[in-house]
Nanobody, 121 residues
Framework: QVQLVESGGGLVQPGGSLRLSCAAS????????MRWYRQAPGNQRELVAR???????NYGDSVKGRFAISRDDAKKIVYLQMDSLKSEDTAVYYC???????????????WGQGTQVTVSS
């Protein structure tokens, strides 16, 4: 079984920065694509950023130039650095990962529990 544990959310002023972390644990051989999603009440869940197993990245249009996704494969952690935060960035942010298991060699998609990010004066 694999768990994704998120941290780093909180309250920040407009223009400020936060770094979210998502740590994976369990029977993991490797982690393939990792993603950050976000969802605000009344809105659809949207893809914020993704990073492939080889390090290629993609970003949603609303966060390009402000957010950066990165990964530390040794620590099994994916990060989301968020700069120049705006009020519209307020949402619950979810970590998502495609994980290859150590014993079965199969790949399963997992979700973290979500962490609240609030951007407000």
């Amino acid at each position: 079984q694999v768990q994704l544990v998120e941290s780093g959310g909180g309250l920040v002023q407009p223009g400020g920065s936060l770094r979210l972390s998502c740590a994976a644990s369990g029977s993991i051989l490797s982690i393939e694509t990792m993603r950050w999603y976000r969802q605000a009440p009344g809105n659809q869940r949207e893809l914020v950023a993704r990073i492939s197993g080889t390090g290629s990245t993609n970003y949603g249009d609303s966060v390009k130039g402000r957010f950066a996704i990165s990964r530390d494969d040794a620590k099994k952690i994916v990060y989301l650095q968020m700069d120049s935060l705006k009020s519209e960035d307020t949402a619950v942010y979810y970590c998502n990962a495609d994980v290859r298991h150590s014993r079965s060699w199969t790949t399963t998609n997992y979700w973290g529990q979500g962490t609240q990010v609030t951007v407000s004066s």
